[in-house]
Structures are given as structure tokens and as C-alpha cells.
T-cell receptor, first 116, second 112 residues
Framework: GAVVSQHPSWVICKSGTSVKIECRSL??????MFWYRQFPKQSLMLMAT?????????EQGVEKDKFLINHASLTLSTLTVTSAHPEDSSFYIC????????????FGPGTRLTVT | EDQVTQSPEALRLQEGESSSLNCSYT??????LFWYRQDPGKGPEFLFT???AGEEKEKERLKATLTKKESFLHITAPKPEDSATYLC?????????????FGTGTRLLVSP
């Protein structure tokens, strides 16, 4: 149980284009989903939190117009990196927290984004 | 500001050589402390949640303990497949959406 998937697992795009990453909870309904980015040998940095049907809450320093988050249903959240630049290259990971008051977050396998 | 410090940064063990990883935290009201395992190029895998000082949780060769200032992840008789980065995270009470603050992890390498 508690499986989270991400798609794509890796993507290469050209500078100036936009990329969409999907995060799905496969066997549970996720009231809250989180988006992180991780640089090599560094820890996870929370970018934003999203609840189904409401606007995402962004962490300080994260540009909400650049990283668009949509939590359309209890099983799907998307992160769109708009007008990507090489400095946006990173490992993006989503997590989901289920219903029933459990505190654990279950993570997806991550998406490696390379902007050329 | 919530802070999580993990030590050592890296640890190399021989198979069967038991050891402990440390997670020190500063948080204004701990709701929970979490341990995750992360393999290279993968997302973190949930291991344990601890809520109160004195609590212990076990899973196979791993045991997590919690005090008011730190948590330990004890690894008994490790095997090469235990090689991974182990991440500790804290969750503060009354934090919106119960977000986690992560430490930088301990990279564990177990040699056969």
C-alpha cells in the first residue's frame, strides 16, 4: 500500500520551454501533496504544498509563477516548470499524505529534469 | 527556525558491524520525527515515525529511538543491501499541512 508514482522519470528540455511532471497516489487518496527538489548530495528542499481543490502554498523563495502546481483530484497533482532554464535542472520529488490522520508522507520515485 | 542535523555525514561499515546514526533536532514543539531511506536516483522510502521521548520502533535490522533532543537509528549486523542514504525529518506541531523539515542525511556503505 501507499504507492506514489511520478511521470516522467526523466526529461530533457530546451531552455525556454515548459515541462509538466505528474504525481499520482495509486492506492490511496491524498489530501495533501508536497513537491520537493533535491540537488546532488543535498537534502530535500520543500517547494510547495498543495491540497486538492485549493491553491498551492509555496515556500519562501520559490517563484509561484515559475513552478505552477495543480492538485486537480485526490490522486493527482502536477508541477509545471515554466520557461525552464539550466539552473532549474534538478531532481524533483513529490510526496503524498493520506487521509485518516496519518502523518507519514509517501514519496514518488522522482523526476530528473535536465534543461539544455 | 526548525533545524535537523545528522551525523556522521558518511559511514562505512563491514557486513555484520553494528553502528548507530544520529539525528539532532531543534524544533518548537515536536509533532513527530521521521526516518526515511533513500537509494541513489530514487525517492525516499518511509521507515519509521516516532512521536514521544522514549519511543522505539523496529524493522528487521533497524531500530529507531527518540529522546527530547535527538534520535538514533541503530543498525544491527548490517548487510550490503542496507547501503543507502538515511534521512531524518521533523514535523512541528501546528504547522500548516504538516510539512517536514529534512536533515542532509547519512550515506551508509556496507561492504561484504
Amino acid at each position: 500500500g501507499a504507492v506514489v508514482s511520478q511521470h516522467p522519470s526523466w526529461v530533457i528540455c530546451k531552455s525556454g520551454t515548459s515541462v509538466k511532471i505528474e504525481c499520482r497516489s495509486l492506492d490511496f487518496q491524498a489530501t495533501t501533496m508536497f513537491w520537493y527538489r533535491q540537488f546532488p548530495k543535498q537534502s530535500l528542499m520543500l517547494m510547495a504544498t498543495s491540497n486538492e481543490g485549493s491553491k498551492a502554498t509555496y515556500e519562501q523563495g520559490v517563484e509561484k509563477d515559475k513552478f505552477l502546481i495543480n492538485h486537480a483530484s485526490l490522486t493527482l497533482s502536477t508541477l509545471t516548470v515554466t520557461s525552464a532554464h539550466p539552473e532549474d535542472s534538478s531532481f524533483y520529488i513529490c510526496s503524498a499524505r493520506g487521509q485518516g490522520g496519518r502523518d507519514e508522507q509517501y514519496f514518488g520515485p522522482g523526476t530528473r529534469l535536465t534543461v539544455t | 527556525e526548525d533545524q535537523v542535523t545528522q551525523s556522521p555525514e558518511a559511514l562505512r561499515l563491514q557486513e555484520g558491524e553494528s553502528s548507530s546514526l544520529n539525528c539532532s533536532y531543534t524544533v518548537s514543539g515536536l509533532r513527530g520525527l521521521f526516518w526515511y531511506r533513500q537509494d541513489p536516483g530514487k525517492g525516499p522510502e518511509f521507515l519509521f515515525t516516532l512521536y514521544s521521548a522514549g519511543e522505539e520502533k523496529e524493522k528487521e535490522r533497524l531500530k529507531a529511538t527518540l529522546t527530547k533532543k535527538e534520535s538514533f537509528l541503530h543498525i544491527t549486523a548490517p548487510k550490503p543491501e542496507d547501503s543507502a542514504t538515511y534521512l531524518c525529518a521533523v514535523q512541528r506541531v501546528n504547522t500548516g499541512f504538516q510539512k517536514l523539515v529534512f536533515g542532509t542525511g547519512t550515506r551508509l556503505l556496507v561492504s561484504p
